[in-house]
């Protein structure tokens, strides 16, 4: 039994949603109780006490769109790298990282990733991994070091035919592994790994490997995407595919549904919108990435106004939700014009779609603090110094909090990161090791020993 105390409890259940001083109490990988500190203690003689030091005790974070494939790139400089628009930038950075990228290099960049989210607070991701120059075991190389670490994982790998027809072919019999793996591995009662279904781009994807897709699939899993991120999809669709839009073609391949999650979508049209709503399709926005990309603004306020799910990815430019929830609003609010618009979009996505999200992929209740739902808890340092209750939480999580704020870190009952400090393992031999792999990926890179 596992006690956490001395804090403010915010919950997110609507039944329950604040105490002023209270303290969760978890059983395993599940949540026991919520209520007074004293009476859980006295309820549950023997626990184990975390001590929250008055901050906020609230559910983990959960980011459903990120790339483990670019832990490596902190501090990176590729020779000749000069990007005047997205696609430059994915041909000269982020495709010759993956281009360089080996099974070893995927680990690492699996525990980069992973350290710097249970360092703010995640406790679950959605990643969408690409390695084309090891692709066979590198969904099963992240899975490991996932478990290692304790973080929740929905994986899947970017199918792509930039690099022809052996490596797309490759690139689909690895979802298909995984997915079969992690549906059996459900069954058997594991709830910590989950799988989609990957592809990059429309752009880079024929409709024989769009239909290969599917067919591979075949309904295990619902399909990860990125969409109209770039203007690419649309030009590549209008000029190559027969004259119809990215969303079409995905309809007509049967990759829509409402398992499917597409990334991005900046530059959809008003007809593809009504497609995904028709067809039940989530989408995932990531706010810093498209401002970075210089891509553009989704228009998220248009698909709430239509009834479309979106949820609150990072695409891997941060690994800390609470700084996204704050520039998609910003943003939004920037390309509206309009300062009081995208406060309820923001904290729906982040608070309640991502949670019911992952809770569609790991079959428990996640994102909310009540008996019975999984046992994903952070710990938040945060001196309050104005009113501070239910009626404002989201106004202190928006101007207040950031991931850094992230004092202690909980997953499926395990204590991971404790005061700031990793306690279920050895941060810096895994720093070690990383730091190895990391100058091996950029010697390749460069042609230069680091």
């Not at 001083?21 to 006295?42: H, M």
Request: with cysteine.
């Amino acid at each position: 039994m596992l006690i956490v105390g001395n804090g403010r409890v915010i919950t997110r259940d609507s039944k329950n949603p604040y105490l002023e001083r209270g303290a969760v109490a978890i059983d395993g990988d599940t949540i026991s109780a919520i209520g007074d500190e004293e009476e859980l203690k006295a309820a549950n003689p023997g626990y184990e006490y975390v001590d929250a030091h008055g901050g906020v005790i609230m559910p983990g974070l959960i980011n459903c769109h990120t790339h483990i494939y670019s832990g490596l790139a902190r501090g990176l400089a590729i020779e000749g790298c000069n990007p005047t628009n997205f696609l430059e930038n994915l041909e000269q950075q982020w495709w010759k990282i993956d281009d360089n990228l080996t099974l070893d290099g995927t680990r690492a960049s699996a525990y980069a990733t992973i350290l710097d989210s249970l360092r703010d607070g995640v406790t679950t991701i959605f990643d969408h991994h690409a390695s084309f120059c090891e692709i066979p075991g590198s969904l099963f190389a992240i899975k490991d070091v996932a478990k290692e670490l304790g973080m929740r994982s929905c994986l899947c790998y970017e199918v792509s035919d930039r690099r022809g027809e052996e490596k797309r072919d490759q690139s689909i019999a690895e979802n298909a592994e995984f997915a079969k793996w992690a549906h059996d591995a459900r069954e058997a009662g594991d709830n910590m790994i989950a799988a989609m279904f990957g592809g990059h781009a429309t752009f880079t994807l024929s409709d024989e490997t769009m239909d290969k897709m599917a067919e591979a699939n075949d309904g295990l899993t619902g399909f990860h995407i990125h969409v109209c991120e770039g203007m690419n999809d649309v030009w590549d669709s209008r000029l190559n595919r027969g004259g119809i839009s990215p969303v079409e073609r995905l309809l007509q391949h049967n990759l829509l549904g409402p398992d499917t999650m597409l990334g991005h979508c900046i530059h959809v049209t008003p007809a593809e919108m009504d497609i995904i709503k028709d067809s039940g399709t989530w989408l995932v926005n990531n706010p810093e990435s498209n401002m970075g990309n210089a891509v553009g603004c989704a228009p998220v306020l248009e698909f709430f106004r239509r009834g479309i799910p979106v949820c609150m990815g990072t695409d891997a430019y941060t690994h800390d939700m609470l700084e996204s929830l704050k520039v998609f609003l910003i943003i939004q609010r920037h390309n509206a014009a309009m300062p009081n618009v995208g406060w309820g979009e923001a904290m729906t996505m982040l608070f309640e779609n991502n949670a019911k999200m992952a809770t569609k992929y790991f079959g428990r209740q996640l994102g909310i603090l009540a008996p019975g739902t999984a046992a994903d808890v952070i710990v938040m340092d945060y001196p309050v110094f104005t009113p501070f209750s239910d009626e404002n939480i989201d106004g202190h999580m928006l101007f207040g909090m950031m991931g850094k704020n992230c004092r202690t870190t909980i997953v499926n009952g395990q204590v991971l990161y404790k005061d700031r400090e990793f306690v279920a393992f050895d941060e810096e031999r895994i720093n070690a090791w990383t730091l190895e792999q990391s100058k091996k990926l950029w010697g390749d890179l460069n042609h230069r020993t680091y």
